[in-house]
């Protein structure tokens, strides 16, 4: 159980390279059972969800090694259980993304249904739907989905759109049990998010067919059989995302190496209208805070729009703009846990149904506060940087999710994060 204690206000300067992507890293994991043999992954963080993700493989029968050099190697010759338990889902929903590939691979899957979430509830049935419109006959059993298709999937024409859009991973679950199918899969209402596009290479360089990457229409033509490969991860734009805060609320000009701003255009868009310079520079770009911070207005969509593993820390920074803001959740619209803890620091945030009113104030005074969940605590962690006093920041574990040792790259930059174990 650590905490951090965070002194502010601080000025950050310097550069930070953003790591590979933890939601990339995810689906690809899971994507090895597809092909028996040994497949290495570069540039996958090193991230409790990942090492949960990493058991969750072990326990079906894969051998997992992490190389000196940071790649992962999954060998997935023996898939002797075909059972994702409860113990090790419950603590990283993307578990769930096994059911898919072990359907394919096997015919058979037992997988924990996610269990209940801070940001929201998150069914899974567009999953089911679509591996059931693949020909799964699927049932649950004391917590557990049974999928099973002795004959093999078939490819057909499905659409996934759900009642807030495209699912992330619910494609990805639907897009790796099609690679296998016998025939043509169509997904209409894919999810666009550049992990998926990611994830989809991936396939392909294992040997799978899959055209319209990139768009809501992705058509997959069924093989035989996958061969294991080697493939690099992307850069995470939600760390790179978190870090362009960072400068921003410090009033600081920061360097981010490693990050793609063709896949952050909604997060440059509304950083730009809050008065925030980008300019690129080498395989990344300049983040520069230009004078007050002007107030905006947020409203959270699936790729290519504004990203919800986003909203909170944007929270923080429009929590100190000249003037209101207002930002609508229309993703996960439950995802305010961290409200509350702003307001706690002398933030003045409304909430109104999905939507939280923003009364940008002076200055944000140290507090005591406490992380519901992981994008929440990156929040907390902006605004104790920003706050004036030692904030204290508990359940860090949250942020461990996604993020490898932040207070390790903040303070370098200038930061004065102390971890401390309780
Ligand atoms: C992925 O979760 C990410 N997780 C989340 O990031 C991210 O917030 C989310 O996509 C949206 O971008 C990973 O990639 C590991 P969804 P996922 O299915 O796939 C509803 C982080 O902070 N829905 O796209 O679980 C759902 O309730 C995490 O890194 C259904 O109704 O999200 C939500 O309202 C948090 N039925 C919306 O769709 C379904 O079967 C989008 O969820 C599936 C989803």
Same mark, same amino acid.
């Given at each position: 159980?650590?905490?951090?204690?965070?002194?502010?206000?601080?000025?950050?300067?310097?550069?930070?390279?953003?790591?590979?992507?933890?939601?990339?890293?995810?689906?690809? *994991?899971?994507?090895?059972?597809?092909?028996?043999?040994?497949?290495?992954?570069?540039?996958?963080?090193?991230?409790?969800?990942?090492?949960?993700?990493?058991?969750?493989?072990?326990?079906?029968?894969?051998?997992?090694?992490? +190389?000196?050099?940071?790649?992962? %190697?999954?060998?997935?010759?023996?898939?002797?259980?075909?059972?994702?338990? =409860?113990?090790?889902? #419950?603590?990283?929903? $993307?578990?769930?993304?096994?059911?898919?590939?072990?359907?394919?691979? %096997?015919?058979?899957?037992?997988?924990?249904?996610?269990?209940?979430?801070?940001?929201?509830?998150?069914?899974?049935?567009?999953?089911?739907?679509?591996?059931?419109?693949?020909?799964?006959?699927?049932?649950?059993?004391?917590? =557990?989905?049974?999928?099973?298709?002795?004959?093999?999937?078939?490819?057909?024409?499905?659409?996934?759109?759900?009642?807030?859009?495209?699912?992330?991973?619910?494609? $990805?679950? @639907?897009?790796?049990?099609?690679?296998?199918?016998?025939?043509?899969?169509?997904? &209409?209402? $894919?999810?666009?998010?550049?992990?998926?596009?990611?994830?989809?290479?991936?396939?392909?360089? *294992?040997?799978?067919?899959?055209?319209?990457?990139?768009?809501?229409?992705?058509?997959?033509?069924? @093989?035989? &059989?996958?061969?294991?490969?080697?493939?690099?991860?992307?850069?995470?734009?939600?760390?790179?995302?978190?870090?362009?805060?960072?400068?921003?609320?410090?009033?600081?000009?920061?360097?981010?190496?490693?990050?793609?701003?063709?896949?952050? *255009?909604?997060?440059?868009?509304?950083?730009?209208?809050?008065?925030?310079?980008?300019?690129?520079?080498?395989?990344?770009?300049?983040?520069?805070?230009?004078?007050?911070?002007?107030?905006?207005?947020?409203?959270?969509?699936? =790729?290519?729009?504004?990203?919800?593993?986003?909203? /909170?820390?944007?929270?923080?920074?429009?929590?100190?703009?000249?003037?209101?803001?207002?930002?609508?959740?229309? @993703?996960?619209?439950?995802?305010?846990?961290?409200?509350?803890?702003?307001?706690?620091?002398?933030?003045?945030?409304?909430?109104?149904?999905?939507?939280?009113?923003?009364?940008?104030?002076?200055?944000?005074?140290? /507090?005591? @506060?406490? $992380?519901?969940?992981?994008?929440?605590? /990156?929040?907390?962690?902006?605004?104790?940087?920003?706050? +004036?006093?030692?904030?204290?920041?508990? #359940?860090? =574990?949250?942020?461990?999710?996604?993020? &490898?040792?932040?207070?390790?790259?903040?303070?370098?930059?200038?930061?004065?994060?102390?971890?401390?174990?309780?």
């Amino acid at each position: 159980m650590d905490i951090f204690h965070i002194e502010g206000p601080v000025q950050l300067s310097g550069s930070v390279t953003i790591n590979g992507s933890k939601n990339a890293s995810l689906p690809i *994991m899971a994507a090895a059972i597809l092909a028996p043999g040994k497949s290495t992954l570069r540039t996958v963080p090193h991230l409790s969800d990942i090492s949960v993700c990493g058991k969750l493989l072990s326990q079906l029968g894969c051998k997992l090694t992490r +190389e000196p050099d940071g790649d992962i %190697c999954i060998d997935s010759t023996v898939i002797d259980n075909p059972v994702g338990e =409860y113990e090790i889902v #419950r603590r990283m929903r $993307a578990g769930i993304c096994i059911l898919g590939p072990l359907l394919a691979r %096997c015919g058979r899957a037992e997988v924990s249904m996610p269990g209940g979430c801070a940001i929201g509830v998150r069914p899974v049935d567009l999953h089911l739907r679509g591996l059931q419109e693949l020909g799964a006959q699927i049932h649950l059993k004391n917590g =557990y989905i049974i999928a099973e298709a002795p004959n093999g999937l078939k490819g057909k024409n499905i659409f996934m759109g759900g009642p807030f859009g495209s699912t992330v991973l619910g494609t $990805a679950n @639907v897009l790796m049990a099609a690679t296998l199918a016998k025939g043509r899969t169509v997904i &209409e209402s $894919a999810a666009c998010e550049p992990e998926i596009a990611n994830l989809a290479n991936c396939l392909n360089k *294992m040997g799978a067919k899959i055209k319209g990457i990139g768009s809501p229409r992705l058509i997959i033509e069924g @093989v035989k &059989e996958l061969q294991p490969t080697e493939f690099e991860v992307i850069p995470d734009r939600i760390e790179a995302g978190t870090f362009m805060v960072a400068a921003a609320i410090t009033a600081s000009e920061l360097h981010l190496q490693n990050c793609r701003l063709d896949e952050m *255009m909604a997060v440059v868009d509304r950083l730009r209208s809050i008065g925030i310079t980008i300019e690129r520079k080498d395989n990344g770009c300049i983040v520069a805070k230009n004078g007050q911070i002007k107030p905006t207005d947020i409203t959270t969509q699936p =790729y290519p729009g504004f990203p919800t593993d986003l909203q /909170a820390q944007f929270m923080a920074l429009l929590s100190l703009a000249e003037g209101n803001s207002v930002i609508i959740e229309k @993703v996960f619209p439950d995802r305010f846990m961290h409200v509350a803890e702003l307001n706690r620091m002398a933030a003045n945030l409304r909430k109104e149904g999905p939507a939280v009113i923003v009364a940008g104030v002076k200055k944000l005074i140290a /507090a005591p @506060v406490m $992380a519901s969940d992981l994008r929440a605590s /990156a929040a907390l962690v902006l605004a104790g940087l920003a706050a +004036e006093g030692t904030t204290i920041v508990s #359940r860090v =574990y949250h942020i461990d999710r996604g993020y &490898e040792k932040i207070e390790e790259r903040l303070n370098p930059l200038g930061a004065n994060i102390i971890r401390q174990s309780i």
